[in-house]
C-alpha cells in the first residue's frame, strides 16, 4: 500500500490549501482516512478522518473539511482561513479498520508527507 500526498505551498494567512492523498494497492471503501501535521519541534498531532463518519480536531473545526472519493482512492483536505500556527508537514495516513479515530498508532499505513507554510 502506497500513499502520495500533495497540494502543500505558500500561503498567507486567511488563505486556502486543498491537500490530496491518493491511496495505490488496496482500496478503502471500508476503511477510515485521516490527516496529521507536524509542526517543527513539536510532535505529530491529529488533524482531520474520515469514515462513516467524519471527526476534526478543535483547532481546525469551521475552517478544515476532509472529503473523500472512494472510486479514485484519493481524500481531500481543503483548509480555509488558514493561520501561520497550521504551518506543518501534513500526513495522510490510512487505517483498514472500522472507526474514525484521532490516534496515530491506529492508522496502518502513512504518505510522505506535504509541507504547508503559511505566512503571516
Known amino acids: 500500500v502506497q500513499l502520495q500526498a500533495s497540494g502543500g505551498g505558500l500561503v498567507q494567512a486567511g488563505g486556502s490549501l486543498r491537500l490530496f492523498c491518493a491511496v495505490s494497492?488496496?482500496?478503502?471503501?471500508?476503511?477510515?482516512m485521516g490527516w496529521f501535521r507536524q509542526a517543527p519541534g513539536k510532535e505529530r498531532e491529529f488533524v482531520a478522518a474520515?469514515?462513516?463518519?467524519?471527526y476534526y480536531a478543535d483547532s481546525v473545526k469551521g475552517r478544515f473539511t476532509i472529503s473523500r472519493d472512494s472510486a479514485k482512492n484519493t481524500v481531500f483536505l481543503q483548509m480555509n482561513s488558514l493561520e501561520p500556527g497550521d504551518t506543518a508537514v501534513y500526513y495522510c495516513?490510512?487505517?483498514?479498520?472500522?472507526?474514525?479515530?484521532?490516534?496515530?498508532?491506529?492508522?496502518?499505513?502513512w504518505g510522505q508527507g506535504t509541507l504547508v507554510t503559511v505566512s503571516s
Open positions: 494497492g488496496r482500496t478503502f471503501r471500508s476503511g477510515v
Open positions: 495516513a490510512v487505517r483498514f479498520s472500522p472507526g474514525v479515530t484521532g490516534q496515530a498508532t491506529r492508522y496502518d499505513y
Open positions: 474520515i469514515g462513516d463518519s467524519v
